[in-house]
């Protein structure tokens, strides 16, 4: 016979160099992917935070340029590129000089031979100058520029002065000292006044376009009015908006009177005091013509706007914003025409203002005393000048002017809005359009909206799951939980496709259904539980354990059809909506729950959301908390059976606390799944950014305000940061609700677990 070895052969156990290599290999490969992985995350982060960053950042300033041309600035305009001011002193010449080169060019003003000018005012936004003279007349002229561009690249920049029509005033006697015009293109208005002290007058004009089949049509005076009656003392500011329409007037005791000018004529609509009796040291318009800003003597300054009270009352100034104070002096302004930005300070200090988020973006010193100042169309320049000439150009980078923490996160009070409120509103119509970038009322929309969806889902997948894992036949189990996990793959896209075109269709006129619904159906399951619980044992076990559902099912059935009929009963008796005009009664729920509450009935809401998030959140939850049940060791359960406990207090006592902590964990993925659904948040609610609870009304969420705005925000815009804000903002929730619940569940665990 062959000798048997002792021991087995060595070479059994030796590996391929082939195979030791692919380890080798496979063991680096999945380390360099973890490190991938972890990188990859920490540069996604690095690419979101670096997109946010800029908007925290205040302006930065410095000087670009300076001019000596010795001429007094009475008046100072600029280009749009901010490379060639002008200086006008009421003579008959305006000197245009160029930064780069300092080369001067003077251009006549024609038809102001044998004239003196008596009273100045500048318009940055239409470049016009408007003119008072000694001999009673008004008019003005404006200063155009054209770019234009040679072979070598090289671009020059041509000024042109274009006079416009004279009027000549009725009222009052003496010269103009004191002027203002106002341009929206379709109305003018020109406020002048006339001599000093007691003597002096106001007059009014209103200038209409005479428009003609060929040309561009001329301007001709429409109506005078002299408004020195209406006022309660001599005028110190004039001040005419840029739309043409509104006057402002501030007297030496303190008041601010208001005059419209329309189609209906010219009318005094206000009265208000600012700063109790002390005369404004400063009042001037800001972009849009809708606000002004006010400084006292003292340095106290205020932001005024039109806005009404309420729905039926009518536009009027009112306080909106206090500014930080300025130094004691004479008080420089100089108004964007591009935002809500301004140029202010009171002696060689200026700051650089936002008026929507009443922020300072820069405070500094200047090394000349400011005669006075204006900023580029742009907002990329600011040139100051001085009473001798003297003229300096700064540079602003501040891309992000309307960001901020409190425009981000605090109550602003918007142009035209009757109080401080938080607002998203991104884009307008109109150039003066005020963005509102508060990401309060998406936090609240999406916090409302997954509020909604656990509220309907969280109750269904729990009990779901307590259903299966405790009392459901394992042959029928096996069906039911695949199925429900398939649930969880539908597209979102088409669940918010069914919620918009279909579910919220019918649920919109059928709400005392569901509202029925929603009561009978779980009363008639607790109520069929408790019948069954008192029938005979008997004939209960004729039952296999875990079948009783099919008892139950046909009564739930019926309650709910019961319920659905009933609406249309209910809505006739309970929601009767009576139009005011006729008097006749209509039973509509649609009509009747915004009469009874005074809030917004709308198709797409948040109920419709409730629904349909919670079916795509139900197998979520209900997947990893049936785990979690069915997990709990059988032999705990078997123990609480053998004492006598029955199958309920068996879940009751042992197996909802042994698996809490798994519970928790689903439910949190729940919120996660919720809070950072898109599409569903898109087509299901009207995407209305709003801050109510209202179940027939919808909400815009961060994740859906990202989906529907990115494409469309200008890279590096301030819209376009700020969404990305939206971005690090969902992130902070979700990370800081799983923290707390990580720990919560770590305690839970610890607090249940089986030694």
């Not at 030796?14 to 999945?30: C, H, K, P, Q, Y």
């Not at 992917?33 to 930065?60: C, D, M, N, Q, S």
């Not at 103009?176 to 001599?195: E, F, L, P, Q």
């Not at 739930?556 to 319920?563: F, K, P, T």
Request: aromatic share 12%.
């Amino acid at each position: 016979m062959p000798e048997i070895p002792q021991h087995p052969d060595p070479k059994r156990f030796e590996v391929s160099r082939a195979t030791l290599w692919f380890d080798i290999f496979m063991g680096w490969l999945i380390r360099f992917g973890g490190i991938g992985v972890i990188l990859a995350v920490f540069g996604i982060f690095y690419f979101v935070v670096k997109e946010v960053v800029p908007l925290f950042r205040t302006a930065h300033v410095e000087v670009a340029g300076k001019i000596e041309q010795g001429t007094v600035p009475a008046v100072l305009g600029i280009d749009e590129w901010g490379e060639m001011p002008f200086l006008y002193d009421g003579g008959g010449k305006v000197v245009f000089v160029d930064f780069e080169t300092g080369a001067r060019r003077d251009i006549e003003v024609a038809g102001l031979a044998g004239t003196k000018v008596t009273a100045l005012a500048y318009d940055a936004a239409h470049h016009r100058v408007s003119l008072g003279l000694e001999d009673g007349r008004v008019g003005s002229f404006l200063v155009e520029y054209e770019k234009k561009f040679e072979a070598d690249g090289k671009s020059t920049i041509e000024p042109k002065v274009t006079l416009e029509p004279w009027f000549s005033l009725a009222n009052g006697a003496g010269p103009v000292t004191a002027v203002s015009y106002g341009d929206s293109g379709a109305g003018r208005v020109i406020v002048a006044k006339r001599g000093e002290g007691a003597a002096s007058t106001v007059s009014m004009l209103r200038l209409g376009m005479k428009r003609s089949l060929v040309g561009k049509g001329k301007l001709s005076l429409v109506e005078e009015a002299d408004i020195t009656p209406q006022l309660e003392a001599e005028a110190k500011f004039i001040r005419a908006s840029q739309n043409g329409a509104m006057v402002l007037i501030a007297c030496g005791n303190g008041g601010v009177h208001y005059f419209l000018a329309d189609a209906n004529g010219i009318s005094k609509r206000q009265s208000f005091n600012p700063f109790g009796s002390e005369p404004p040291a400063q009042m001037d318009f800001l972009f849009g013509g809708v606000s002004l800003v006010l400084t006292s003597s003292k340095g106290n300054q205020q932001q005024w706007s039109l806005y009404r009270k309420d729905e039926k009352a009518e536009r009027l100034f009112g306080k909106t914003k206090a500014f930080p104070d300025l130094a004691p002096g004479k008080v420089l302004f100089a108004a964007s025409q591009r935002n809500r930005t301004f140029l202010t300070g009171s002696g060689r200090d200026l700051s650089i203002r936002h008026s929507t988020s009443g922020a300072v973006r820069w405070e500094g010193s200047v090394d000349l005393d400011p005669a006075a100042a204006i900023l580029d169309a742009k907002g990329e320049h600011f040139v100051v000048a001085s009473a001798t000439g003297e003229a300096r150009r700064f540079s602003i980078h501040d891309p992000h002017p309307e960001a901020g923490w409190r425009a981000f996160f605090g109550k602003v009070w918007y142009e035209g809005g009757s109080g401080p409120l938080y607002q998203w509103q991104s884009t307008g119509g109109s150039d003066d359009f005020e963005p509102k970038f508060s990401m309060v009322p998406l936090i609240f929309g999406s916090l409302k909206g997954t509020a909604y969806a656990l509220l309907f889902s969280v109750p269904i997948a729990l009990l779901a799951a307590v259903f299966s894992a405790a009392f459901l036949p394992l042959e029928i189990k096996r069906v039911v939980k695949p199925v429900m996990e398939i649930m969880s793959s539908l597209p979102s896209v088409v669940l918010g496709f069914l919620a918009g075109l279909w579910l919220a269709p019918i649920l919109e006129t059928r709400v005392p259904s569901v509202m029925m619904m929603v009561v009978i159906v779980p009363l008639t399951a607790l109520l069929a539980g408790w019948l069954w619980c008192r029938l005979p044992i008997a004939f209960r076990n004729r039952f296999p354990a875990g079948c009783e559902w099919w008892v139950v099912l046909p009564f739930l059935a019926i309650a709910g059809w019961i319920g659905w009929s009933l609406g249309p009963w209910v809505e006739s008796l309970l929601f009767v909506y009576k139009d005011l005009a006729t008097g006749k009664e209509i039973a509509d729920f649609r009509l009747w729950w915004p009469q009874a509450t005074g809030i917004a009935f709308e198709q797409r809401n948040s109920m419709v959301l409730g629904f349909m998030m919670g079916f795509a959140v139900i197998p979520v939850i209900f997947t990893i908390a049936e785990d979690a049940l069915s997990n709990v060791p059988k032999s705990l359960t078997a123990a609480a059976a053998a004492l006598g406990a029955n199958r309920w207090q068996v879940v009751w006592t042992i197996m909802l606390p042994v698996a809490s902590a798994g519970i928790f964990s689903a439910l949190m993925i729940g919120f996660g799944r919720a809070v950072g659904e898109t599409m569903i948040m898109v087509m299901a609610t009207g995407n209305t950014p709003v801050t109510d609870w209202n179940i027939f009304n919808g909400m815009r969420t961060l994740s859906a305000n990202i989906a529907v705005e990115l494409p469309e925000a200008p890279v590096g815009s301030t819209h376009y940061r700020a969404l990305f804000l939206g971005a690090v903002v969902l992130f902070g929730m979700t990370f800081v609700m799983n923290t707390i619940a990580e720990l919560l569940r770590q305690r839970l665990r610890e607090r249940n677990k089986i030694v």
